[in-house]
């Protein structure tokens, strides 16, 4: 098992540019999910999804979109990037919890993106 | 509103010695509630996990506790190592319509130095 693999590790943006966040899970599992982590602020919900075509906004999504075409594939598209999208983005994938599942969470590696 | 505080926001300590970290939450349906570690420049990776009826579970040296009644956790560290270096996240879960949802803490971020 690769566990959440997320790429790229590092990206630099122009204001305006497009980019998108791959995230894949090799788990099966429902939910999956991206959060952005700033410095001094927990963990905060952009989008999530619990299952394959089925996705919903969390906390901060404006200037994100997100697909679930697969259950393994989540990723995340800034549209025109900004400044204040500079962060640390997480995916994350877990069971949904049905059936007494464990609901641990499993998070990628990260992807710290930084908008000039 | 569902929310996760946790405190110290940070805390430097002297390698071998113990310390406790306190998460207070405000998250309605409980569902459980789990600590991550996060090391410098990786995701966070669970420690424990307390469900309601829990007080107190231990992984090694990391001891959880939860006190459901007042909506308290604790994560107590005994005989720290300098790999304990790193950020701890109290995390509690609830239950919506759409399944299991996540409520992150801020986080604590401890040094250990030698």
């Known amino acids: 098992n690769a566990g959440v693999t997320q790429t790229p590790k590092f990206q630099v943006l122009k204001t305006g540019q497009s980019m998108t966040l791959q995230c894949a899970q090799d788990?099966?599992?429902?939910?999956m999910s991206w959060y952005r982590q700033d410095p001094g602020m927990g963990l905060r919900l952009i989008h999530y999804?619990?299952?394959?075509?089925?996705?919903d906004q969390g906390e901060v999504p404006n200037g994100y979109n997100v697909s679930r075409s697969t259950t393994e594939d989540f990723p995340l598209r800034l549209l025109s990037a900004a400044p204040s999208q500079t962060s640390v983005y997480f995916c994350a994938s877990s069971y949904l919890g049905r059936g007494g599942r464990n609901t641990e969470a499993f998070f990628g590696q990260g992807t710290r993106l930084t908008v000039v | 509103k569902n929310q996760v505080e946790q405190s110290p926001q940070s805390l430097i300590i002297l390698e071998g010695k113990n310390c406790t970290l306190q998460?207070?939450?405000?998250?309605?349906?409980?569902?459980?509630l789990r600590w991550y570690k996060q090391d410098t420049g990786r995701g966070p990776v669970s420690l424990t996990i307390m469900t309601f009826s829990e007080n107190t579970k231990s992984n090694g040296r990391y001891t959880a506790t939860l006190d459901a009644d007042t909506k308290q956790s604790s994560l107590h560290i005994t005989a720290s190592q300098l790999s304990d270096s790193a950020s701890y996240i109290c995390v509690v879960s609830y239950n919506n319509n759409a399944g299991n949802m996540l409520t992150f803490g801020g986080g604590t971020r401890l040094m250990v130095k030698p």
């Open positions: 998460c207070n939450y405000t998250v309605s349906p409980f569902s459980n």
């Open positions: 788990m099966n599992h429902e939910y």
């Open positions: 999804s619990v299952g394959a075509g089925i996705t």
